[in-house]
């Protein structure tokens, strides 16, 4: 492989549009409320939350490797990898992966800083917030992904909407307002969803490796029930957002994207084998893609044309 190969393997940068929506939406929230926009700062903004994005995802390989996590899903039957395999495959040498690790982190720092000095010292706030969480979410000794009871999900619900928009929203702005939190809720708990789907295809091996994900911990009937739960959640977030008119009642057309994954929803059994859970994974990307964009494209037209 080339060095960008390993580079795009070992960040798994392929997901990093789950971070890049919800940037996206606190500034255009800023554009269209405040009718207030700078290139430079969103940027900015944008370049140090994908490499902490990227950082989280580095230091859960890194931790799942160590506490044996990925080794034990290696080897386990009917369960699907989603590591990077560098580190299983000793294809990177840990040194060298903990390096790239903690140097995408210090991107995340000098970018932090940058913006702290130009928009204010709240933006470490954020900034801390979102490392810590990323660091934790598997690391001694808090490990949220491993303890089973919601932490993993309102980790990512908080890093992957409610800090990111609002964030990006204050750096635009210097301010808050209510309708940035109202907006990310539906982004945020569309990635929780990602998150908590991507659990089925190796729920084995983590029960097994000691790894108490909420999907370990409700068994894989309940399980299926509560991401279910999440999903109609995410939409009532939605609606309640265009009640509070942060939202126009055009982004309603993003429910338009809910019934792909509600057919596979319609069509999993009580117990799966791992393979069947890949295409929900698949339509709970798509829909929080999609949706995000929808999201965007909406207030950008309630900006421009009401």
């Known amino acids: 492989m080339t060095k960008w ?19 996206v939406i606190g500034a255009v ?15 900015l903004t944008l370049l140090g939350a994908v490499s902490l ?29 989603t590591h990077s395999g560098l580190l299983t495959g000793e294809l990177v040498p840990e040194k060298q992966f903990a390096r790239w690790t903690w140097g995408m982190l210090l991107l995340t720092v000098v970018c ?18 979102g490392a810590l969480i990323a660091y934790f979410y598997v690391a001694p000794p808090l490990r949220l992904a491993y303890r089973g009871k919601g932490f993993s999900e309102v980790s990512i ?50 029960e097994e490796a000691g ?18 739960f999440i999903l109609i959640l995410a939409i009532l977030s939605l609606l309640t957002a265009v009640w509070m008119e942060a939202f126009p009642i055009y ?29 929900l994974m698949g339509a709970s990307l798509k829909l929080t893609l999609r949706s995000g964009l929808v999201m965007i494209a909406a207030l950008l037209i309630q900006r421009f044309i009401g």
């Open 112 to 129: 932090g800083a940058l913006l702290a000095v130009m928009r204010g010292p709240m933006v470490w706030v954020y900034g801390i917030l």
């Open 53 to 81: 994005h990227l950082f989280s995802n580095m230091v859960n390989d890194l931790w799942d490797y160590r506490s044996g996590a990925d080794k034990v899903q290696a080897v386990t039957q009917d369960t699907l990898r």
């Open 251 to 279: 982004v309603l057309l993003a429910l338009v994207f809910v019934y792909p994954i509600w057919a596979i929803y319609r069509k999993l059994g009580a117990q799966n084998p791992a393979h069947a859970y890949g295409p």
């Open 157 to 206: 619900l908080v890093s992957f909407g409610i800090l990111p928009v609002l964030g990006s929203y204050y750096v635009q702005t210097g301010t808050y307002d209510m309708k940035a939190l109202l907006v990310s809720l539906p982004i945020g708990l569309l990635t929780t969803l990602i998150l908590f789907n991507h659990h089925f295809l190796h729920w084995q091996a983590d």
């Open 211 to 228: 790894k108490r994900t909420l999907v370990v911990v409700l068994g894989e009937e309940r399980a299926l029930a509560f991401s279910r």
């Open 29 to 43: 929230g800023a554009v269209t409320w405040e009718q207030t926009f700078s290139i430079g700062w969103f940027l």
């Open 5 to 23: 190969d390993i580079f795009m393997k070992a960040t798994r940068f392929q997901v990093a549009p789950v971070m890049v929506l919800p940037v």
